[in-house]
């Protein structure tokens, strides 16, 4: 089995200015490392070989503009009352949702079914573990870099990533890579 997803990959300047705005290694939260960054459009799960090869397939047709965007703002995923993930905002979110609305429409033609999440652009910065984090430092971080921001930076190639799952946390291998424009 394969798990794959679908993401954009900022350049080399965002993602450093990304990461030094991550933590200090809190207890329960685990930043996210440079390999790691990226904007998932669409998340497509466990799938065999063949349906893999559908996939790429399929995504060599998406054809689109290269978004220009630029990261405002950080906030936080939560699950039952529970912060699970802290992230970085991905302005405009138009071109990005388009953009994913056309990945979506290209995995179905390879037997994937439709997203039924609502879309929210955004780089994942951390993962915080099941028994939680401090909250009251999950709420210092996020208030401390309200404002982070970036300058506009193109995303100009869509990857097909494979996640490895590992004791110390995801490995991301991407498997294949088609420009845009």
Known sequence: MHRL?????????????????TGDGAAGVRWQHDEQLHLTLRFIG???RVQAED????????TAPVPTVR??????????????TLWARVVPAEPLAALH???????????????????LPHITLARLARRGADPAAVARWTEAHAALATPDFRLE???LYESHLT????????VARWPLG
Do not use: C, N, S, T
């Open 5 to 21: 997803f679908v993401a954009l990959r900022p350049p080399p300047a965002i993602r450093a200015a990304l990461l030094a705005a």
């Open 46 to 48: 466990e799938v065999e």
């Open 55 to 62: 996939v790429a397939a399929a995504l060599a047709g998406v």
């Open 71 to 84: 990261v405002d703002g950080v906030g936080a995923f939560d699950q039952r009352g529970r912060v699970d």
């Open 101 to 119: 609305r056309k990945v979506d429409q290209a995995l179905r033609r390879a037997a994937v079914a439709p997203d039924q999440r609502r879309y």
């Open 157 to 159: 190639h869509l990857l």
């Open 167 to 174: 004791a110390a946390g995801a490995r991301y291998e991407a």
